[in-house]
């Protein structure tokens, strides 16, 4: 099984200000037949399901705001938020779909400082 | 608009059963594999399940194996978690959540989810 390691498990950043969140795969999640890396990112709010971020590591889906930024190959990810605004309040998940089982990053839980 | 909306939660006592369903609509269900994620209460997230588009492969994790059967009515826009066996671990929000093809493994819409309590 892959193993996700997020770290850290928790940042409190100022309105505006940068906020970095990294992700480390026990093993590469470079998919061999399109050069992409099977990993995502979700943003969960309190009491909601979580969304899609951002997939292949770095593709925004449709509709993110582009403050939000995913970047990394093979086993290291990283997920930017440039100007953290106040509705980015958050636990926010890596999970990598390269092989069975999916599994996710502990999250990383954003406040504002 | 994709909903996607779980029922069939509650509480349970260890040994027990539940069904779950997730009832889709918004989408032509029949072409999406579809998958139950769990989360334990202040817990991160767990893939329990997933279920091809057709219904004819199915996936499981290691955790529920053998106690947990994930199946599908696409004549009813329907996906299905029998749980039996039910642990005191197996305590969680379960959602529903849309396959992003063609992964096997990654989502794009998720229910609201449905509480299950393993309790004595």
């Known amino acids: 099984d892959i193993v996700m390691t997020q770290s850290p498990d928790s940042l409190a950043v100022s309105l505006g200000e940068r906020a970095t969140i990294n992700c480390k795969s026990s093993?590469?999640?470079?998919?061999?037949?399109?050069?992409?890396?099977?990993l995502v990112w979700y943003q969960q709010k309190p009491g909601q399901p979580p969304k899609l971020l951002i997939y292949?590591?770095?593709t925004r889906k449709s509709g993110v705001p582009d403050r939000f930024s995913g970047s990394g190959s093979g086993t290291d990810f990283t997920l930017t938020i440039s100007s953290l605004q106040a509705e980015d309040v958050a636990v926010y998940y890596c999970?990598?779909?390269?092989?069975?089982?999916?599994?996710f990053g502990g999250g990383t839980k954003v406040e504002i400082k | 608009e994709v909903q996607l909306l779980e029922s069939g939660g509650g509480l349970v006592q260890p040994g027990g059963s539940l069904r779950l369903s997730c009832a889709v609509s918004?989408?032509?269900?029949?072409?999406?594999?579809m998958s139950w994620v769990r989360q334990a209460p202040g817990k991160g997230l767990e893939w329990v399940s997933t279920?091809?588009?057709?219904?004819?492969?199915?996936y499981y994790a290691d955790s529920v194996k053998g106690r947990f059967t994930i199946s599908r009515d696409n004549s009813k826009d329907t996906l299905f978690l029998q749980m039996n066996s039910l642990r005191v671990e197996d305590t969680a929000t379960y959602y529903c959540?849309?396959?992003?093809?063609?992964?096997?493994?990654?989502?794009?819409?998720w229910g609201q989810g449905t509480l299950v309590t393993v309790s004595s």
């Open positions: 918004g989408l032509t269900f029949s072409n999406y594999a």
């Open positions: 999970q990598q779909y390269y092989s069975a089982p999916p599994n």
């Open positions: 279920v091809s588009s057709s219904g004819g492969s199915t």
């Open positions: 292949w590591a770095s």
């Open positions: 959540a849309k396959v992003v093809p063609p992964s096997t493994y990654y989502y794009d819409h």
């Open positions: 093993q590469s999640v470079l998919y061999s037949s399109n050069n992409k890396n099977s």
